[in-house]
């Protein structure tokens, strides 16, 4: 398909390849200095180096060409010396495709009572030995050249978007602007690794706005909005994405912190949104659940002891394939295994990232053959009985960029 438009900066080419005529969703390809991904994205989440369920094999095997690393915990452990002497965490997990480290920034909600905020960085109490650390955006930045990441996010101060303290997120907002600019100064190896920067500003979109133009002014080869996925409602949520990507560049990627509920990154997708991380399919397969187009299947239930069918119908996972014999997995094999074999985890670890992986192939091909709202109807009305149980805040915000859920374009 031919390029509509391209941008490229040092370790990362932008090629827009289509857009939606309706909607403000995207279909581009980022090439990274371990090979180009299809946006718009799903990353799975491997937070130490490895993803909860699947070797670097199996993870291959689902399509994924860009996951995530968090730097906090790799700092920990194994620690910089090991990441340094192995040389870098693509070496260490064997994995020969694209990887963005998190800052560790969102420690500072998930683990806030160890965790002390000033101007110098984060203090905080190691949750393996109980020693005191501090993370600043320079030691951040030192970490995530040594771990080698293709993309790496800068250290931002993050609030959860609850907070009412307006004063907190403010300081909050524009220190995060400040550490980046100590983020881009102790970044050592700017031809081989990405810096994104990270819009804060809570749930107020005039905040949000001038922290917008303040990244956008630092000209990163990337732009990702954070602080969200905090238990603000979805219709705040949905307010704050259409804000911000109203303000960015065409031609750069744009990513959202921390969303992975199939409804959010289909709808994420209509507000302009790109690239999108989450711990949640792997989780929610530690407890027995399978992502499917008609919801999520809880395979402790008994109704599955006796039931032979593959986890999902039409799904083209190795789990749900048949092979040579012609036999998928069963969901009476899943449910049989999944309060007491870690194979089930596994299987359904399998599914879930394949799953979500393909869900962005598909809204991908409908974007690029300008069919998108189509898509988002079907994938609603796939997902729910009735018209009436559609989330409201989904419907609104689709009508916002030129959908109705309940009908034809607007």
């Given at each position: 398909?031919?390029?509509?438009?391209?941008q490229?900066?040092?370790?990362?080419?932008?090629?827009?390849?289509?857009?939606?005529?309706?909607?403000?969703?995207?279909?581009?390809?980022?090439?990274?200095?371990?090979g180009?991904?299809?946006?718009?994205?799903?990353?799975?989440?491997?937070?130490?180096?490895?993803?909860?369920?699947?070797?670097?094999?199996?993870?291959?095997?689902?399509?994924?060409?860009?996951?995530?690393?968090?730097?906090?915990?790799?700092?920990?452990?194994?620690?910089?010396?090991?990441?340094?002497?192995?040389?870098?965490?693509?070496k260490?997990?064997?994995w020969?495709?694209?990887?963005l480290?998190?800052?560790?920034?969102?420690?500072?909600?998930?683990?806030?009572?160890?965790?002390?905020?000033?101007?110098?960085?984060?203090?905080?109490?190691?949750?393996?030995?109980?020693?005191?650390?501090?993370l600043?955006?320079?030691?951040?930045?030192?970490?995530?050249n040594t771990?080698?990441?293709?993309?790496?996010?800068?250290?931002?101060?993050?609030?959860?978007?609850t907070?009412?303290?307006?004063?907190?997120?403010?300081?909050?907002?524009?220190?995060?602007?400040?550490?980046?600019?100590?983020?881009?100064?102790?970044?050592?190896?700017?031809?081989?690794?990405?810096?994104?920067?990270?819009?804060?500003?809570?749930l107020?979109?005039?905040m949000?706005?001038?922290?917008?133009?303040e990244?956008?002014?630092?000209?990163?080869?990337?732009?990702?909005?954070?602080?969200?996925?905090?238990?603000?409602?979805?219709?705040?949520?949905?307010?704050v994405?259409?804000t911000?990507?109203?303000?960015l560049?065409?031609?750069?990627?744009?990513?959202?912190?921390?969303?992975?509920?199939p409804?959010?990154?289909?709808v994420?997708?209509?507000?302009?949104?790109?690239m999108?991380?989450?711990?949640?399919?792997?989780?929610?397969?530690?407890?027995?659940?399978?992502?499917?187009?008609?919801?999520?299947?809880n395979?402790?239930?008994?109704?599955?002891?006796?039931?032979?069918?593959?986890?999902?119908?039409g799904c083209?996972c190795?789990?749900?394939?048949?092979g040579?014999g012609?036999?998928?997995?069963?969901?009476?094999?899943?449910h049989?295994?999944?309060?007491?074999?870690?194979?089930?985890?596994h299987?359904?670890?399998?599914?879930?990232?394949?799953?979500?992986?393909?869900?962005?192939?598909?809204?991908?091909?409908?974007?690029?053959?300008?069919?998108?709202?189509?898509f988002?109807?079907?994938f609603?009305?796939?997902?729910?009985a009735?018209?009436?149980?559609?989330?409201?805040?989904?419907?609104?915000?689709?009508?916002?960029?030129?959908?109705?859920?309940?009908?034809?374009?607007?």
């Open positions: 398909m031919a390029t509509m438009a391209s490229s900066s040092a370790a990362l080419t932008f090629e827009l390849v289509a857009r939606c005529s309706t909607t403000r969703a995207r279909a581009s390809v980022l090439t990274l200095p371990h180009p991904v299809q946006l718009p994205l799903f990353m799975p989440v491997a937070t130490q180096a490895s993803l909860k369920g699947l070797t670097p094999e199996q993870l291959a095997e689902t399509g994924c060409r860009l996951c995530l690393n968090n730097t906090y915990h790799l700092g920990l452990k194994p620690g910089q010396g090991v990441l340094a002497a192995v040389g870098g965490a693509h260490l997990q064997g020969n495709y694209n990887i480290t998190d800052s560790g920034g969102f420690q500072m909600v998930s683990l806030l009572k160890l965790a002390n905020i000033t101007e110098e960085g984060v203090r905080f109490l190691s949750p393996h030995d109980g020693t005191p650390m501090l600043t955006p320079e030691h951040s930045i030192g970490l995530q771990i080698g990441s293709d993309i790496m996010m800068q250290l931002d101060d993050v609030l959860v978007t907070s009412p303290d307006k004063a907190r997120m403010r300081e909050a907002m524009e220190r995060s602007v400040r550490w980046l600019d100590r983020c881009i100064a102790a970044h050592k190896n700017p031809t081989t690794q990405n810096l994104f920067c990270i819009i804060q500003g809570g107020d979109v005039e949000r706005r001038e922290c917008t133009r990244m956008v002014a630092r000209d990163t080869p990337g732009i990702a909005i954070g602080g969200l996925s905090g238990g603000e409602a979805k219709a705040d949520y949905c307010r994405v259409a911000c990507t109203e303000l560049p065409e031609l750069k990627p744009r990513y959202v912190m921390g969303i992975g509920y409804e959010d990154l289909v994420s997708v209509a507000l302009g949104a790109d999108f991380d989450c711990v949640w399919p792997t989780r929610t397969a530690r407890f027995g659940n399978a992502i499917t187009k008609r919801g999520v299947l395979f402790r239930n008994a109704k599955y002891a006796g039931d032979f069918g593959a986890i999902e119908d083209g190795i789990c749900c394939r048949k040579e012609g036999i998928a997995v069963t969901r009476a094999f899943v049989h295994n999944v309060s007491k074999e870690t194979v089930a985890a299987l359904l670890s399998i599914h879930n990232v394949w799953y979500q992986l393909n869900l962005m192939t598909e809204v991908r091909d409908a974007i690029v053959a300008d069919e998108y709202p189509k988002l109807r079907q609603f009305a796939h997902l729910y009735d018209k009436a149980d559609y989330p409201l805040w989904a419907v609104e915000a689709l009508r916002g960029v030129g959908v109705d859920l309940n009908g034809d374009e607007m």
